[in-house]
């Protein structure tokens, strides 16, 4: 968990925000350059209204409401050809008390130097190069939420450190890899690392073909040629601290390793993605094992998605299905069904979205949740 | 009142609009396998080779099958080449930096060394400034246009101060520009499409789709052959001359 910034900072922090978000005009980015050194600001306000169906005997509708998901300020630069940085906060996560893990108050806070021929090596926070659906911006997909798989609750999506990352054969062949605290999002809020002071090791390799894939899922431009892409990922941590809001698995009291693999191919409209991660944690909390007779449980699962893009009317189609096992001492599994359509107004700078999602199956001791359906429609602007 | 026309001309449909725009078939492409991200080509005056500029600030000249020849000395205030065309006297290359909003000035005649670099303000975000260039001899202008959001035709003058700017309704993004046989053809990156608009007006006149991944750079060889090059494939695809040729 986050701690809350003092409410006299937040304010400011706030009404900054609010400011530099009025002062830019939707459909316009605004860019400075002095010929060496070029600035980017950017935004993007998302707003959403969540409807769940909950489970019969339920009296507590909190979560039917308005939410304003992103009020964002995006600061990109580049300083000729060798250094670039980015820094984007999320307003509306830092005057939250409950921040998402898939989306904290401080999205990215880095710089990369660019080794001539060489690597790229970004310092700072930012996205750990591992599982592909969490390395395509939310900003690109019609969903409102990530895959609960994918979405931060079962390992960490970003974290501070530093990563190395080089493409090859014209950007078809694309490696990552890097140390990090090991505390994802919680890495900023806490300051120090935990009493065992080790960091965590992320690597990502990605193939595609005939040429390079970019993070989207949709293929708004219809290609003209099919294309595919492969990943690979994995990461190791040995660490003394279990966190984890929903699952206690972003972090765990003892060793984990998690690997996962990912496919996306698209062509003239048509999209598909398939992703499967499995995480092997050996505790040492006898608690977690269930009093099994074992030293380590597995959890992990698959997520499905195929998408159509309606050029004409500029209108994504696309459904999800996921299953995933927090425990394999525990008995069930959850399974869980998504549809959205997205109606992009101007490109991706708005869209207005729409998602249902439909719980089929709950590993009762872990996953439960007090409801069966969850509607949310809203739009997104991004200023740019 | 030429300003009115002008925009007339642009916002006014196809003078003759095409049902539906012909597909145009590659005869063959070649490879451009030591061009990192080519984002735009310009025949040389003997219409033997290429130059071609990079997304990652890089200017190489290549022969016709894209082997490189040779490459003006990498600039590490270089940002992003993407659009590249001859000046008005045809004897200097002027390349546009999106990223410093700078277009910059080569001398063929030399190793490519870097001339004069001039500013063309443009607010939009970093990726969204000008990414087509070239001479318009019809109208004494250079002709530039913005990507998108918005898609946007300027000119500007012998000495690159902005003269005039237009919408640009045609199609959702632009790509690259040239000029040739007369007419002034645009690429558009995300349709795909090829367009040729008359050099006074700039109204569209004739209209092609191109089954090409991520068309960023255009020419055309001296017997009409359109060249078109993909930049995610690095590729340069060749193409029979359009009917109207």
Known sequence: ?384 | MLSFFLALGLLLPTSAPPAKPTLLTATRWVGLHRLPEPSDAVLAPDGRSFYIVSDEGLLFQTDLEGHVLRQAPPDPAATDFEAITFDSTGHHLLVMDEGTRRLISFDPATDLQRGPAHEVPWGGGRNKGIEALTWNPVRHRYLCATERDPARLIELDADFRKTTEWPWPHTSDVSALTFHHDALWLLADEARELLRLDPRTYAVTGRWRLPVLNPEGLAFLPDGQLVILSDDLARLYYFPAPSVL
């Open chain 1, 1 to 384: 968990m986050l701690p809350l910034p003092t409410a006299r900072l937040t304010a400011h922090l706030t009404t900054l925000g609010a400011l530099l978000l009025l002062a830019l005009p939707a459909s316009a980015q605004l860019s400075l350059t002095n010929g060496q050194h070029t600035l980017d600001i950017s935004g993007l306000v998302t707003t959403f209204y969540n409807q769940r169906f909950y489970k019969p005997g339920e009296t507590d509708f909190k979560k039917n409401r308005f939410g304003l998901r992103d009020a964002q300020l995006n600061l990109e630069g580049r300083i000729g050809s060798r250094y670039e940085y980015r820094l984007q906060v999320d307003f509306a996560d830092i005057a939250s008390t409950t921040p998402d893990p898939e989306n904290p108050p401080i999205l990215d806070a880095n710089f990369t130097y660019k080794v001539p021929h060489a690597v790229d090596i970004t310092v700072g926070f930012g996205k750990v190069p591992y599982s592909r659906s969490s390395l395509v911006p939310f900003t690109y997909s019609p969903y409102f939420q990530r895959a609960e798989l994918v979405r931060g609750g079962i390992f960490g999506r970003r974290d501070l450190g530093v990563t190395l990352h080089r493409s090859l054969w014209q950007q078809r062949l694309d490696l990552s890899g890097g140390l990090y605290t090991g505390l994802a999002e919680g890495s900023l809020s806490t300051g120090d690392n935990d009493a065992r002071g080790n960091l965590e090791a992320v690597g990502r390799a990605q193939v595609s073909w005939p040429a390079r894939y970019r993070f989207r899922d949709i293929d708004v431009d219809h290609v003209p040629i099919p294309m595919i892409a492969i990943g690979l990922n994995a990461r190791y941590a040995d660490k003394a601290v279990t966190t984890g809001d929903d699952y206690q698995l972003v972090t765990l009291d003892g060793r984990r390793t998690a690997a996962g693999f990912d496919v996306t191919a698209q062509y003239q409209g048509l999209s598909a993605q398939f992703e499967a991660h499995r995480l092997r944690a050996t505790p040492r909390d006898p608690n977690r094992l269930f009093a099994q007779p074992t030293t380590y449980f597995q959890a992990g699962g698959f997520v499905g998605q195929l998408n159509y893009y309606v050029k004409p009317a500029h209108l994504i189609i696309s459904a999800r299905y996921e299953d995933f096992n927090l425990n394999d001492l525990v008995a069930g599994h959850n399974r869980r069904l998504s549809a959205a359509l997205g109606y992009r107004l101007n490109g991706w700078n708005s869209v207005i979205k729409a998602q249902w999602m439909h719980v089929l199956q709950e590993e009762p001791a872990l996953g439960a949740v007090n409801w069966n359906d969850q509607v949310r429609v809203g739009w997104q602007l991004m200023l740019q």
